[in-house]
């Protein structure tokens, strides 16, 4: 397995762990997992002016697919840093890779990928990227 390295995700959002994360296994429950990774998806969005746009032409993301794995049990207290980067770019959809790391341990706690679909919230179809989006999401990707 390649090593998984922070320094490889250029968008990062810092989350403090809440006790309440916790679940009745005393480490932080899988779906906490997801959440980070919609932060940091939501705060990437916001910096490309995704949201800003949805309202006036309702076309926007939609989350396709999700998927994590679990590479070491966080537990409270810890901050995490959530590392963002663009993968593969189609004509309606893209990858974002999402890394959750663990500042008390400096390791990687989880990894995983979301498909965005750029959506028609009017029409309920999806439709193409919008060339600006698509040049946004090219740089982004290196």
């Known amino acids: 397995m390649e090593r998984i390295d922070l320094s ?3 968008h990062r959002v810092e989350i403090e ?3 309440g994360d916790m679940d009745a296994f005393q480490h932080v429950n899988n779906t906490v997992y997801l959440r980070f990774f919609e932060t940091s998806r939501i705060a990437f969005f916001r910096e490309l002016g995704l949201l800003e746009n949805l309202a006036p ?3 926007g993301p939609i989350l396709g697919k999700v998927s994590c794995t679990f590479t070491y049990p966080l537990t409270y207290p810890d901050r995490v840093s959530v590392g963002l ?6 004509e309606d959809r893209f990858v974002l890779h999402h890394l959750v790391w663990s500042q008390k341990h400096q ?4 990894f995983g990928e979301g498909r965005i ?3 028609d919230y009017q029409t309920g ?3 193409l990227i919008p060339e600006g989006l698509h040049t ?3 740089a982004w990707r290196g």
Do not use: N
């Open 125 to 127: 179809k999806k439709v």
């Open 8 to 10: 490889q995700y250029p």
């Open 85 to 90: 980067k663009v993968g593969e770019i189609a």
């Open 57 to 59: 032409s309702s076309i």
């Open 136 to 138: 946004q999401l090219q």
């Open 117 to 119: 679909v750029m959506f």
């Open 107 to 110: 390791t990687c706690a989880a």
């Open 17 to 19: 762990l809440a006790w």
